[in-house]
């Protein structure tokens, strides 16, 4: 498990992005409600998950937009400087976070994958990885990893099937969340553990 610490427990409205991890998939999803304070009246199918570093990585953000953009082109930075190593690009990214005073202060959070593994970077620094294949982020994060894990736990439901419906289930739960959900998929390089 890859962690640093710092206080990863703070909640950004605005979204929810899911990432599940099952068979020979993984898959990042998010809805495409934008709103502003309280209001949704903004956006409703913006598009919160993107393929970068040439297809080979998923990321989706949750967060205040122009702060998730700034750690997004960071990210992209990184992965071309490091070869599209992921954990290192995720690891030097969140480095840059704790020694700028600008970077260290972004209210942004991104969940990133690649074939072999799924993290959430955070704009305070901090870079996890989930134990059970699931992560989430946004304000919808919470009510889509429960509904993410009963799903891995009582079904045989792909991946997308369970980031579609554990969106949904968040989406009805989160005024935050809509349900025009946006999916990437890659190809994983994994072998589910019973």
Avoid: P, W
């Amino acid at each position: 498990m890859i962690t640093t610490s710092h206080d990863s427990t703070q909640q950004f409205h605005g979204t929810t992005i899911v990432s599940v991890r099952r068979f020979d998939k993984v898959v990042v999803a998010g809805d495409g409600q934008v709103t502003f304070g309280n209001q949704i009246v903004m956006k409703a199918t913006a598009k919160k998950v993107r393929k970068i570093g040439n297809g080979s990585v998923i990321v989706g953000f949750a967060g205040a937009t122009a702060d998730a953009f700034a750690l997004l082109e960071r990210l992209e930075g990184k992965l071309e400087k490091y070869s599209n190593q992921l954990v290192r690009a995720c690891v030097e990214l969140t480095k840059d976070c704790r020694m700028d005073k600008y970077l260290r202060k972004l209210e942004a959070m991104l969940i990133v994958a690649d074939a072999q593994v799924s993290l959430v970077v955070t704009g305070t620094g901090d870079v996890i990885e989930s134990d059970d294949q699931v992560l989430a982020v946004g304000s919808g994060g919470s009510f889509a990893i429960a509904a993410a894990r009963a799903l891995l736990d009582h079904t045989d439901y792909d991946a997308e099937k369970i980031a579609r419906l554990s969106l949904g289930i968040a989406g009805d739960l989160c005024i935050y969340t809509n349900s025009n959900v946006n999916i990437e998929s890659i190809d994983a390089d994994f072998t589910e553990q019973s």
